[in-house]
């Protein structure tokens, strides 16, 4: 498989809290283009771009062409990966937070 090709693990791709910022401002906004993304950072167009790309690599962002502009939208269905995996610990310290008040009130 070419490097191109290859699908970034969501995981890696939310590692970054500049990657994590990106998300939220998106989140809030129905599509953005990049030179009104990148005042939100102490960093360059070129920078905030790459971000930008891991998160389409990781299918999080969608880009599409708007005359010479590219606009980017949040896809967050990839993160129902992340959802589901944390789900599993949540349930895991809730069930041993119940054992810890039963212990506690005896």
Do not use: C
Not at 43 to 69: D, Q
């Amino acid at each position: 498989m070419e490097k191109a090709d290859e699908k970034r693990d969501v995981f890696v791709a939310i590692a970054d809290p500049t990657r994590r910022k990106l998300i939220s401002i998106l989140a809030g906004k129905d599509e953005l283009p990049l030179h009104e993304l990148t005042p939100h950072f102490q960093m360059g167009r070129t920078a905030v771009s790459k971000h930008l790309m891991i998160l389409r690599e990781a299918n999080l962002v969608k880009n599409r062409k708007s005359g010479r502009e590219t606009k980017y939208r949040l896809n967050p269905e990839p993160l129902q990966e992340v959802k589901d995996w944390l789900s599993f610990y949540e349930q895991f310290w809730n069930e041993r937070a119940a054992i810890l008040k039963n212990i506690l009130e005896e």
